[in-house]
């Protein structure tokens, strides 16, 4: 519907910064799954030609190396299975090479990471691996698809949703909020947008203008991936284009708080100062920088209202901070709960002498 006509194209800033997240939240990811699972699957639903004009690595190559290169792959030893899947004849034919001169660099190549290519519609393919599913009566092994198209179509919430149904299955995906804003009330494409919501109530957004129909669709596609999908935690991040809108989203759905942790941690590392920025709020406020480092007073003020004259255990917090603001768990201990026990706002119960180790109840006052 979109996107450029050639097989390789620029790489553009932004998709450098989402390049960043996933280099960021793989190089978390990988370890943490593969401590715990025989075999973990990464799935590339829109995978490119591997290559950008300029020779810069492409998703498919940025998910390799990250686990190849990572400090502790040797101790890795579970499977990885990755699958990239590319339509266009033409990307998927620089995309193979790309992979093999990868294959050929690299060799002798690790006998438990295996890549299949396939040239097909993320659609076709996704439902495939689920009736495959259904008929060997089987859940999927823990996944991380990464679905990201340059338009609107051939991504239904309803294909995604049967894909990743199973729990340690998680989606990162690329949300493209600006052509949804351009064509919500034209009609021309309603069933592409149908699908991709699985509601008709982005038909709603006609109504509004400027920022609120942005916001109702960023709203809007976050209830249903957290509806439909069942996903309990989702984070956006928002990539502004060089106009200064923002075009597109990528939201991040997950059923596992650890893997919400990482990818804010990834997420963070991206400037937010920069041309890029968080677009989630707490309570219509985002996250300032004042002069002395960041401004934690929202997140301090969040904790002690949900909390008000409540014995809390540590991880609760954690959990709280994680999924319910903007901040990364590393911004509640020292930024946070230190100074308040400094002030006695808090008391604090602790198994040792200092810090807020597992097994910290902390009082908040009334
Ligand atoms: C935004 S690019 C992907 C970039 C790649 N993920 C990266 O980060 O390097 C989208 C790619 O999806 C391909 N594509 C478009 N529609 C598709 C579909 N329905 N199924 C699979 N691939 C598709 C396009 O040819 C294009 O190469």
Known sequence: MVGPKTTHWKLEPHTKAKHEILRGYLNGWFPVMSRYNDRIFFFDGFAGPGRYENG?????????????DHAHFSKMECDFLFMFCEHDPKRF????????????????WPRNVKVQLVNEEFEA?????????????????????????????GLPIAVIKDLLASPRCELFVNYMVDSVNRFAGAGNIDHHLRDLFGTER???????????????????YEEQLKSTCEFPFVQSFAMINSHGHIGYYLFYGTRDIKGLEIMKDSMWKIDPGGDYRFSDRLVGQTILFI???????????????????KAVPIQQLEEFTISRTPYRKSHLRRPVLTPMEKENVIQVRRPGKSGFPPGTIVLFPA
Do not use: C, W
């Open 56 to 68: 810069e690595a492409g998703s498919p190559i940025i998910a390799l190396t990250t686990l190849l």
């Open 291 to 309: 002069e002395d480092g960041l401004d934690v007073r929202p997140l301090r003020q969040a904790i002690l209202t949900e909390f008000a004259g």
């Open 93 to 108: 034919a620089s995309l193979e090479a790309e992979i093999e001169k990868l294959q050929n660099a690299r060799a002798p």
């Open 202 to 220: 982005y038909k709603e957004a006609a109504n509004l203008q400027g920022q609120p129909r942005q916001l109702f669709l960023h709203d809007l």
């Open 125 to 153: 393919r996704a439902s495939n691996i689920v009736t495959e599913m259904k008929r060997l009566k089987k859940q999927l092994v823990p996944t991380f698809a990464f679905v990201d198209p340059f338009g609107v179509s």
